[in-house]
Each structure stands twice: as structure tokens, then as C-alpha cells.
């Protein structure tokens, strides 16, 4: 899903956070097998699941991260449930800070539907823990509403 916003990454991606972050998820869950769009210079890591959240039966992590450690996640299943969990420089009212969260079902980019993302951590290979916390929670649940409520990770 090609996503149209007033704001973007900053810097070029990091192919090898990338490689980083595919490797520290599949470590983490039996379910995901992550591939690069392109083994030289990579622009995206996705990461598809053999089960999905609820009624989903298939999903994707789709992970764009740059060389100045923003990030672009963007979950995505087989029922049209699209959300993102993002750090960059935004033009939105809320939050403040650069990482916020475009919540279910659409991932809207709409100044209203924007919320602070739950994830407070920004080294990689936490920002992948956290992630596959939080997706794990979400798939347990049999829903998306634990995917940006760090208080349903124990």
C-alpha cells in the first residue's frame, strides 16, 4: 500500500538495520519469515505471517528504516486492516514528538486519526522486540486493539 504524506524518512535506508531487524524477528516468532525487495540495495524488509490477527489468515510487516533511525512499520493482513507505527518528522497536531501511530482499519494519515505511537524505545533491535510484542499481544488477543497499548506487553 503506497501511502501519500506531507512527511517522509529522513536519510536514505539502512540496508543493513534492515537485515538487522529481519534477523531479530525471526528469532523472536516461529510465524514470520522476512525477505528484502532487493538483496543488493533494499528499500523494504517484509515480513509475512503464516496466520494473521483474528479472522486474518495471512500479514505483513512491512519495515522501511533509514540511516538516520527513522522508521516506517506498516502492518498490513488478507482482511484490508492496514496500521503504522512511525518515527519521522511529521506535520501533525499530536503528538509532539516524532513517533506516532496510525491506528486500524485504514492507516489513516488524517491530522485526527494520528495517535502517539507506544513504543518508546528507538535502538533497532528493540524497536523489533517491541514490535513482535505488541504483534504477538494483538494475534494472542484475537485483535488489533493491543497493536499501540504497551500496557497489554508482560
Not at 59 to 84: E, G, P, Q
Not at 98 to 106: L, S
Amino acid at each position: 500500500m503506497e501511502v501519500s504524506e506531507s512527511h517522509s524518512l529522513r536519510g536514505a535506508i539502512d540496508a543493513g538495520a534492515l537485515y538487522e531487524f529481519r534477523s531479530e524477528f525471526e528469532r523472536l516468532e516461529p510465524l514470520a519469515s522476512g525477505s528484502l525487495d532487493d538483496p543488493v540495495s533494499p528499500g523494504e524488509l517484509r515480513l509475512r505471517f503464516d496466520d494473521g490477527i483474528g479472522e486474518a489468515t495471512t500479514a505483513t510487516i512491512t519495515v522501511r528504516w533509514s540511516v538516520r533511525d527513522d522508521y516506517n512499520l506498516h502492518y498490513s493482513d488478507d482482511t484490508d486492516r492496514n496500521l503504522r507505527w512511525d518515527v519521522h518528522p511529521h506535520e501533525y497536531t499530536a503528538p509532539d514528538e516524532d513517533g506516532h501511530y496510525h491506528p486500524p482499519p485504514n492507516a489513516s494519515s488524517d491530522d485526527d486519526d494520528v495517535d502517539p505511537s507506544c513504543i518508546g524505545v528507538t535502538e533497532l533491535v528493540l524497536v523489533a522486540r517491541a514490535v513482535h510484542q505488541l504483534w504477538r499481544a494483538g494475534y494472542d488477543a484475537g485483535c488489533v486493539d493491543p497493536l499501540n497499548d504497551a500496557t497489554e506487553i508482560e
